[in-house]
């Protein structure tokens, strides 16, 4: 079981009784903090949408703050006798994982939108002189097919070329 977690500007995978390091927390050593879950999977399902995941929650316990490495920030002007060195240490959290939730929420219905793309493509009539490629949604393209082809411009290329496998 794992979770995606969202911290800091940032996003990052965590299981149970794994730490990790984040962006500073304004919040004591040995406090528990709440993070939000971007996208929870138990192995057999994967839930991710903000409907969802309303719910979920993954919980970590605050095991130190620190200053990370050292990053070097040099800049330079040539031929002007101009540089300067500066260094940034970002303040970070380290986490304990102590748990991930998903009280009350169950996993989307799979493919609804796939076969609702059939259902349009069953629907959708071919006019004579019509193009008959697919769009993303499932309808038909509304331009005009070129002579000696059921495709129009935009799609000849694409469609024309390819064989029968």
């Known amino acids: ?11 990052m ?11 500073k927390i304004d919040s004591a050593v040995g406090e528990s903090v709440e993070l939000p879950v971007v996208l929870y999977s138990d192995g057999e399902t994967i839930v991710a949408g903000p409907a969802a995941l309303a719910s979920a929650s993954v919980t970590a316990t605050i095991v130190e703050h620190f200053k990370g490495d050292k990053q070097i920030v040099f800049k330079f002007k040539k031929r002007k006798g ?28 799979p493919a609804k939108k796939a076969v609702v793309k059939e ?5 959708a009539a071919v006019e ?5 490629a697919l769009k993303s949604d499932g309808s038909r393209c509304a331009n005009k097919a070129k002579d000696g082809s059921k495709y129009c411009g935009v799609h000849a290329k694409k469609f024309e070329g390819q064989t029968a496998r």
Not at 1 to 11: I, N, S
Not at 13 to 22: L, R
Not at 100 to 105: E, R
Not at 128 to 132: L, M, N
Request: one cysteine or more.
């Open 13 to 23: 995978k965590v299981e149970v009784g794994s730490t990790a390091v984040v962006e």
């Open 128 to 132: 004579v002189g019509q193009c008959e």
């Open 1 to 11: 079981m794992y979770a995606v977690v969202a911290t800091g500007g940032k996003q």
């Open 119 to 123: 259902a349009a493509v069953e629907t």
């Open 82 to 109: 101009y540089s300067r060195t500066k260094g940034h240490r970002q303040a970070q959290t380290r986490l304990l994982i102590d748990g991930i939730s998903l009280s009350g929420a169950s996993a989307p219905a």
